[in-house]
């Protein structure tokens, strides 16, 4: 273990390939591959046995779901399931970059026109205004966690170029 994995995790939990720990004084949830490491911040109300917040509500859309697990003002994280062969709009934001940490599954992330595979365990950055899409390419679900940073995460910050479901 890391030195700095000591002074902010205090239990631990093996899940597949990744290792989930969380630490009750700095409300911290933290999530590493190999190749990435994904730190949320906790819930302050309720939690999983230690984990992640369970107060959130789904949010369903043509191509799966979604749950918020924190909104704050200088961030908002997602928790996002695509169902197979679902893909979102091509679309892009003027007031947030995103960093997808991808949990389960199998992907296609295309960013300003070039495609990128991207499966369980890795990671990839959305620069801000950027245009992006992600695309479920196996035959199970596909689920991730999006992690906005801006000034601004309504989802009125989405500008649809393309969109499977007629949504433009």
Sequence with gaps: ???????????????????HRNHNRTNLFIAHSPLSVLLLPRCRNDFHSGGIMTKS????????????????????????????????????????????????G????????????????????????????IANTATERLVYIEVQLGDYFSEDDIERIEDDYGRI
């Design 106 to 133: 199998e992907s296609i992330v295309t960013i300003d026109g070039s495609g990128i595979k991207v499966v369980s365990g890795q990671a990839i950055d959305i620069p801000q205004g950027s245009l992006h899409r």
């Design 1 to 19: 273990m890391r030195r700095w994995e000591r002074r902010v995790c205090s239990c631990s939990e093996n899940r597949g390939s990744s290792l």
């Design 57 to 104: 509500k789904k949010e369903y859309r043509p191509w799966g779901f979604f749950e918020v697990l924190s909104d704050e003002k200088d961030h908002k994280v997602k928790r996002i399931t695509i169902e197979p062969g679902g893909r979102l709009s091509l679309q892009r934001h003027r007031h947030r970059r995103e960093h997808w940490f991808i949990i389960q």
